[in-house]
């Protein structure tokens, strides 16, 4: 039987539902049960993946090919259950099924409306999909109060007694602030979020307080009272030191308790070692590195959200702290900024789109490859190496991606047609800007002997892709001629998918995201490795 967790969020954004979800799934996993986590988006974006990451941060990509909401990068760094195309759904998304569906007048003449049509749409979704899992939780993007929230509150207030209380469950997260004028912390944001919740017609049964001290017996009574949940299902929601802390705190706080009562569920403590062992790690590291990341969108971290979390995971295989330096590639486009890399013990170029402050990237690929620091490149970072080593080590000074427009040599160039399993996948250059990269998993073959074979410890692999341009394979004989060699290529041999700098302490691109499948108890092996050869640099140094 699989039952139903809503979370919903009051008072601001950024309180951290996602991490609530992703921590909540932990503790249910870590008592024997079996998760799913969802996430439901109100805006009317079809999908995340062309909205710049500015606005929403990281587009996380599942295997299927989907390009969804960050948050959904946290469910499997948490739980470690893949996601899919199935647990990330917009209004975008359903407006469109919906509209679909009347015009091809599968609504027998009737007027379609927010209720019931979009509101049963919604709860398609959210019990679309399931096999047999024990728990499904929903995430509900926004913030209550949100106008385009109310289908989303409304379709799981009516899931909620379609299912009974017996098989759902909702848990409300809001934020209790410290008042330093009147030196205490107010509960009366969370008492109006509640009303808001309770005027759509949903009581919580849950209620997850954040809070940045500890929420005073009185406090957490008047919540309880007001907000009318029992006393025990008032849970505080400290601050801690590393988000791989959550799962511990939340069950100290009894969370998982909670839910296990209220769906009369008597089971064992979860074993939370995995997750002790983990922070522990990031808690009494033995040394640090300092890794330069050379981007675009330095400014948001969100924008960068699974590779901050797999560079953490690579410091927790190497038990060392992993210092970030996040760097504009832009500076590195004026004379002397290429400085500021001397300090840092890697070079990590990630994923981009657009000229800007290409150049720059490129001369951190270049400062990497003859001062031998390590340097990892991930898809731009990836295509961005490879123009450097055609230009300044193959002798093709004309080198660049068609991205930026016509170049005389179009070393990384746009690809209209490549093989996904036993179809071929076309595309035009004036195709639909939005979903149609070369999304999701798809194999590599890694050549045998190589570096990343072994970093792998296997020559069949698959990653996750998202972009639209490719490093042309026709390069491949004069660029490995002058050093730089494809040791990683799709299974038809067409498309480069790894590259490494033979003569070099550690260089490797790949055209791929690694960052998206690493965990913190599984980290992915290119992350480890690049900060072992990290803690390596910085012994030189
Ligand atoms: N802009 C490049 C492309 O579309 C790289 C994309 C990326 O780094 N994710 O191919």
Redesign the pocket.
């Given at each position: 039987m699989t039952r139903f967790i809503f979370i919903t969020g009051g008072v601001t954004s950024s309180l951290g539902k996602g991490l609530t979800s992703a921590a909540l799934g932990a503790l249910l996993q870590a008592r024997g049960f079996k998760v799913r986590l969802r996430k439901l988006d109100p805006y009317l974006n079809v999908d995340p993946g062309t909205m710049s990451p500015y606005q929403h941060g990281e587009v996380y990509v599942t295997d299927d090919g989907a390009e969804t909401d960050l948050d959904l990068g946290h469910y499997e760094r948490f739980t470690g259950v893949p996601t899919r195309k199935t647990d990330n759904v917009t209004t975008g998304q359903i407006y469109s099924k919906v509209i679909a569906k009347e015009r091809r007048g599968d609504y027998l003449g009737a007027t379609v409306q927010v209720i019931p049509h979009v509101t049963d749409a919604i709860k398609e979704f959210i019990r679309a999909d399931i096999g047999d899992e024990d728990f499904v939780i929903c995430e509900i993007g926004g913030t209550v109060g949100d106008i385009e929230g109310l289908p989303y509150l409304e379709a799981i207030r009516q899931l909620g007694n379609e299912l009974g209380p017996e098989r759902s469950i909702f848990v409300h997260l809001t934020l209790v602030p410290y008042l330093a004028a009147a030196g205490e912390l107010k509960t009366k944001p969370t008492q109006h979020s509640v009303k808001e919740l309770q005027s759509v017609g949903i009581q919580p049964d849950i209620m997850v307080c954040r809070c940045d001290r500890p929420i005073p017996a009185e406090a957490q009574r008047k919540i309880s009272l007001f907000c009318n949940v029992r006393p025990s299902a008032v849970i505080q929601a400290l601050d801690v030191d590393t988000i791989y802390a959550v799962p511990r705190a939340y069950h100290e706080e009894g969370l998982d308790d909670e839910v296990c009562r209220h769906f009369g569920l008597t089971c064992p403590a979860p074993d939370l070692a995995r997750w002790d062992s983990i922070t522990e790690r990031i808690r009494k590291p033995d040394g640090e590195v300092t890794i330069g990341v050379v981007g675009k969108y330095t400014s948001l971290l969100d924008s960068y959200k699974s590779l901050a979390e797999a560079m953490t995971h690579g410091g927790i295989a190497n038990n060392v702290r992993v210092n970030v330096n996040w760097l504009d590639s832009e500076i590195f486009e004026s004379d002397g900024a290429i400085q500021r890399l001397e300090d840092v013990h890697g070079i990590l170029v990630p994923?981009?789109?657009g000229e800007r402050g290409a150049e720059g990237k490129i001369a951190a690929a270049r400062f990497a490859r003859e001062r031998k620091v390590p340097y990892f490149g991930i898809?731009?970072g990836m295509?961005m190496a490879v123009i450097e080593a055609a230009r300044n080590l193959a002798g093709i000074p004309g080198a660049g991606s068609t991205?930026f427009g016509p170049c005389e040599d179009s070393v990384v160039g746009l690809l209209t047609e490549w093989t996904a399993g036993n179809s071929i996948e076309r595309r035009n250059v004036d195709d639909d800007y939005g979903g149609t990269?070369r999304l999701g998993a798809y194999p590599c073959t890694i050549e045998a002997g190589s570096r990343v074979h072994s970093i792998y410890g296997a020559t069949e692999i698959d990653e996750r892709h998202?972009?639209?341009?490719e490093v042309n394979i026709n390069y491949r004989k004069v660029l490995e001629n002058a050093g730089l060699h494809f040791s990683g290529l799709s299974p038809d041999g067409e498309l480069p998918e790894i590259a490494e700098l033979e003569d070099h302490p550690w260089y490797i691109g790949v055209q791929f995201h690694p960052e998206l499948k690493s965990k913190p108890f599984e980290p992915h092996p290119l992350f480890t490795s690049f900060i072992e050869a990290a803690v390596a640099q910085s012994r030189l140094m």
């Open positions: 994923g981009g789109f898809c731009f295509q991205e990269m998202r972009h639209r341009y």
